[in-house]
């Protein structure tokens, strides 16, 4: 423990460019084994010949919620501590791709993420000027660092067993409210955004607004992903100038 | 806007966002809100960085940047919109900036995909020294991913500036035009909430989106 101990705080924020090097082939794996090297170089030394297979493995495929992968990283320095065998190793990191990915996404992608946008669309629309978006950076800053601090720490502790770990650690339950409070701030920011946006802009061309919204939203139903409101509503700015610009 | 200063800070501006999406911290700086009004804040208008930050949030809150999924990248796009339209009125400017923003951050998410090609051919040609275990390898290509995605980022911005810079040169719309994009542009973002506003509800209960819905409507009716 003394060892990660140590190397927790170069390891936290090396995962902050656990995406430094995503491609299709590795996803992760470059990432993870950059952010692996400190603690490795403790565990083993440079020159100890259990190193380079280790950060052989530590830089194979990987692909989890970049939020979470803290967890992984910690059981597999672990389980190379405890001198498992290296297949072993590798079925781990291969194991936990799915469940942390899943959990993570959940968490972040459709949890955290779209809430703290909408709530500080929210307090924007209401007139709180630009404290909302730094109330933003603040909230998801601290706790994404606490989070990988705790979730490496996790790791290390529980090893081979940090699925279980993480699934009976309070992770799942604050994953659920945080897709609620999304759902919840992301609605309730349609109508305040909308008044706000909407002020002082003509009944008539208000209407015509909502007109416009139907149609999108109609269009959205009928065509599926490729009618999506970005396209539809460059295809409607497109019309838009088309009519006025270029036809007499 | 004359002053060379802005220019270039914006650019700085669009890097740091540019690879905080993906590459170095995702801490959010990328979000379009930020980025934007990190960018009103460079050039003095606050109030439209808000306003172009608070569509682009909309829309945004429609995409889920999910593993290997392609979607637009709205950090360096709602920076260049901003740059386009401002000191112009908000009512006027924001439906130009939107609609440069929309477009800009289409094609700004599909250098995403050029770039993880990239990445992936400098792994494979280090392929044996990573076999090997070679910390310096392990290295060198992060070390590459990251500086591409910082150069890719510049360059998005760059484009998207240039074309702002274009547009404040001798570009003028006529005010009606400007007025409907804006109208277009706020509608599309609503909808987009709308949309993954519903989708997130639809893995839970309905009511919890109702609730939601029900929310905004007494919050915009109270203030």
């Known amino acids: ?36 090297l400190p603690a490795l170089r403790r565990l083993f030394g440079a020159d100890d010949p259990r190193f380079r297979p280790a950060v052989a493995r530590a830089a194979g495929f990987f692909n989890a919620n970049p939020f979470v992968a803290a967890a992984a990283l910690g059981a597999e320095l672990r389980v190379e501590a405890d001198s498992e065998p290296g297949d072993r190793i590798e079925r781990l990191r291969t194991a936990l791709c799915g469940p942390l990915g899943s959990l993570g996404d959940r968490l972040y992608w459709t949890g955290i993420v779209p809430a703290l946008g909408a709530l500080a669309v929210i307090g924007v629309s209401l007139g709180a000027g630009i404290w909302p978006v730094v109330a933003l950076l603040l909230i998801h800053n601290t706790t994404r660092l606490w989070l990988a601090w705790w979730l490496v720490g996790l790791g290390w502790q529980h090893g081979l067993r940090i699925g ?8 799942p339950a604050v994953t659920e409210w945080a897709g609620v409070v999304a759902v919840v ?5 349609v109508p305040v955004a909308g008044v706000a946006l909407f002020g002082g802009v003509p009944a008539a061309e208000i209407a015509a607004a909502g007109a416009l919204m139907a149609g999108m939203l109609i269009l959205r139903r009928l065509l599926g992903p490729r ?22 | 806007m004359t002053d ?4 270039a800070l914006l650019l700085v501006w669009g890097a740091v966002v540019g690879v905080d999406l993906v590459s170095v911290l995702q801490g959010l700086l990328s979000r379009p809100l930020v980025a934007a009004t990190g960018a009103g804040l460079i050039v003095g208008d606050p109030a439209m960085g808000l306003a172009i930050g608070t569509v682009l949030e909309l829309f945004a809150l429609d995409v889920v940047p999910i593993g290997a999924s392609r979607y637009p990248e ?17 009512a006027g400017g924001l439906g130009v900036g939107v609609v440069l923003a929309l477009a800009l951050g289409v094609f700004s998410g599909r250098t995403m995909h050029v770039l993880r090609r990239l990445n992936g051919a400098v792994t494979r040609r280090a392929a044996p020294a990573l076999a090997r275990g070679e910390p310096g390898a392990v290295a060198r290509v992060q070390l590459f991913g990251v500086t591409a995605d910082l150069l890719r980022a510049v360059l998005v911005t760059g484009l998207g500036l240039a074309l702002a810079w274009l547009l404040r ?3 003028t719309l006529p005010g009606d035009l400007a007025r409907n994009l804006g109208l277009i542009a706020v509608s ?10 519903l989708q997130r509800a639809a893995g839970r209960a309905f009511r919890i989106g109702v609730v939601g819905l029900a929310a905004g409507v007494a919050v915009a009716w109270l203030f």
């Open chain 2, 188 to 197: 599309g973002g609503l909808i987009a909430a709308v949309h993954g506003g």
């Open chain 2, 74 to 90: 709205f950090g360096p796009a709602g920076i260049a919109a901003v740059a386009a339209v401002a000191g112009t009125p908000v």
């Open chain 1, 164 to 171: 279980h770990a993480v699934n009976h650690s309070p992770l």
């Open chain 2, 4 to 7: 060379p200063m802005p220019w």
């Open chain 1, 227 to 248: 009618g999506s409101a970005l396209r539809l509503t460059l295809l409607a700015a497109s019309a838009a100038v088309l009519w006025q610009v270029a036809l007499p």
């Open chain 1, 185 to 189: 701030a992301g609605l309730a920011a």
């Open chain 2, 169 to 171: 040169s001798g570009v």
């Open chain 1, 1 to 36: 423990m003394a060892v990660l101990m140590r190397a927790r705080g170069p390891t936290v924020l090396r995962l902050l460019c656990l995406q430094g090097a995503w491609s299709y082939e590795r996803m992760q794996g470059i990432g993870m084994g950059w952010a692996s």
